[in-house]
């Protein structure tokens, strides 16, 4: 099992190279599950939740609230556990 592993934020459609993060859904030292969304993110065309690919605890959240990321980015740091 990794270390840790990362909330990154996904190609959003051809067109789209950055989103804004509207709001978290968890806070740093929460538990989470695969597929629970933990952030919404908002581009020019449309609102997005993203989601954790595996089980864990969210160790850091990098990008705040309002800020702009680029696809590909890392947006949180998760613990992986054996939830």
């Known amino acids: 099992m990794k270390e840790q592993e990362y ?22 030292g929460a538990e989470v599950h695969v597929d ?12 997005f939740n993203i989601s954790v690919e595996c089980p864990g605890v ?3 959240i990098l990008v705040q609230e309002g800020q702009e990321v680029q696809v590909g980015s890392s ?5 992986p556990s054996d939830i």
């Open 7 to 28: 909330v990154i934020l996904p190609e959003l459609g051809e067109e789209i190279k950055s989103a804004t993060v509207a709001c978290w859904h968890v806070a740093e």
């Open 36 to 47: 629970d969304d933990v952030v919404e993110v908002v581009t020019d065309k449309a609102t």
């Open 58 to 60: 969210v160790k850091e």
């Open 75 to 79: 947006l949180a740091v998760i613990l």
